[in-house]
């Protein structure tokens, strides 16, 4: 099962890393001329940036089968090309400086938001129809609808322009050296905390509907009626019981969720201009930057791949079910 699961995801990358080879040169003309020209324009190129340039978006003199062998050795050493927009700056340094953002924007809410929605699926799962869950119901719905981009975009208005109680963009006060003292950690968190609400607000809804329906349903088994026909409490028949089982399509659907809640977040980083990957994808989109536009798609589908292979190795974990079908 281990086996089977660490190749279905070997197999996803190396299309990711492929499609990532694909793309560009499945453009009309040569785009990696095109760039050249852009260069140009604004200052000399060198024979190395030609070199690293035509290797990722396509060689006219070589073969395709030569131009990824010379593609793969670049990636292996972590080669990813020079920014058009920021040159000379590698691009591989322009996404390890905004990764450390969105993983750490990312990995909070995501884990604050499965927390809370489950949490609060629990007990409005378990009384069906009682005043809690006819409130809690309709605004998870609510909640579940409403698009990151815009929810990111009212929370700016209200609470960094209407009432400025929260700044508006970057990811800290710039007038403050980063390191780890209380004033550059207050500063990071009130700069993200309106990125995080977002997050946490549009993604709430789905984890707090998925845990009540399925406790829903777990309640009603025959199991859980036998734990409560022993005299065992309420509270613990639903925690030890209901809530235990009814949580692992939860855990399941945290792996299905991740590109989604990363796609939310890039959108989010794009409206406060959050110093993350989504804030650069953003400014390369903007700036026709194709280096750092296939290097954050190849960072994107891949972080994304392992967020999902550890959310599915923990379900294999919590589900010994899966591991006797192995």
Do not use: C
């Not at 785009?31 to 340039?53: C, D, F, G, R, Y």
């Not at 707090?208 to 036998?226: H, K």
């Not at 409490?233 to 030890?240: E, F, I, N, P, T």
């Not at 994304?304 to 190795?313: K, Y």
Request: hydrophobic share 50%; net charge neutral; aromatic share 10%.
């Amino acid at each position: 099962m281990l086996l089977r699961r660490v190749g279905f995801y070997l197999g996803t990358a190396a299309v990711a890393i492929t499609l990532n080879f694909v793309i560009p040169r499945l453009m009309p003309g040569d785009p990696a001329s095109v760039i050249l020209n852009k260069l140009a324009q604004q200052s000399q190129v060198t024979p190395a940036t030609e070199k690293s340039i035509r290797a990722l978006f396509g060689v006219p003199d070589e073969g395709l089968w030569q131009q990824y062998l010379h593609y793969l050795a670049q990636l292996a050493h972590g080669d990813l090309g020079v920014s058009i927009a920021y040159f000379p700056q590698p691009v591989s340094e322009m996404i390890g400086s905004g990764l450390p953002w969105t993983l750490g924007l990312v990995s909070l809410t995501t884990v604050l938001a499965f927390l809370l929605g489950t949490g609060i699926g629990i007990v409005s799962g378990a009384r069906p129809g009682s005043r809690f869950d006819s409130v809690t119901a309709p605004l998870a719905t609510f909640l579940g609808s409403m698009p990151y981009f815009w929810v990111a975009t009212m929370l700016l208005l209200l609470l960094s322009v209407t009432v400025p109680v929260f700044p508006s963009q970057n990811g800290y006060d710039l007038g403050l050296d980063p390191g780890f003292t209380p004033a550059f950690i207050g500063s990071v968190i009130e700069h993200g905390f309106l990125p995080a609400v977002t997050i946490i607000v549009s993604s709430v809804g789905g984890w707090l509907l998925g845990m009540r329906n399925m406790m829903i349903t777990t309640v009603a088994e025959d199991y859980v009626t036998l734990a409560e026909a022993k005299g065992l409490s309420r509270r613990r028949v639903l925690l030890a019981y209901a809530a235990r089982n009814a949580m692992l399509p939860q855990i399941a659907g945290l792996a299905i969720s991740i590109g989604t809640v990363v796609g939310g977040s890039l959108l989010a980083e794009a409206v406060f201009a959050y110093p993350g990957v989504g804030y650069l994808f953003y400014q390369a989109v903007v700036n026709l930057d194709y280096p750092l536009m296939q290097a954050l798609f190849l960072t994107i589908s891949l972080s994304v791949l392992l967020a999902n292979f550890i959310a599915d190795s923990v379900y294999v974990l919590l589900d010994p079910r899966t591991r006797e079908d192995a």
